[in-house]
């Protein structure tokens, strides 16, 4: 398990024991959280549930439907 240090203000120091007191975790379990949710790689499970919830969402043909039409690239 690696280590690091980390410096910070008086009021953030504060804060941070403030918050993680109030989580009833350490200072380092704390952080290590907001780390590990920042470095996530998927949706969480309440976002990927949403998908397909919206019954009159319209289809991609819709959507591009008033886009008009592409033009060919002039060089």
Same mark, same amino acid.
């Given at each position: 398990?690696?280590?690091?240090t980390?410096y910070?203000?008086?009021?953030?120091?504060?804060r941070l024991r403030?918050a993680?007191a109030?989580?009833k975790v350490?200072?380092?379990?704390? +952080?290590?959280?907001?780390?590990?949710?920042r470095?996530?790689?998927?949706?969480?499970?309440?976002?990927?549930?949403?998908?397909g919830?919206?019954?009159?969402?319209p289809?991609?043909?819709? +959507?591009?439907?008033d886009?008009?039409?592409?033009v060919r690239?002039?060089?």
């Open positions: 398990m690696g280590q690091i980390i910070l203000d008086d009021e953030l120091e504060v403030a993680a109030q989580e350490s200072r380092s379990s704390w +952080i290590a959280s907001l780390v590990r949710e470095l996530r790689d998927e949706w969480p499970e309440e976002v990927r549930a949403l998908a919830s919206w019954k009159d969402f289809d991609l043909s819709e +959507i591009r439907a886009l008009g039409t592409d690239e002039c060089l």
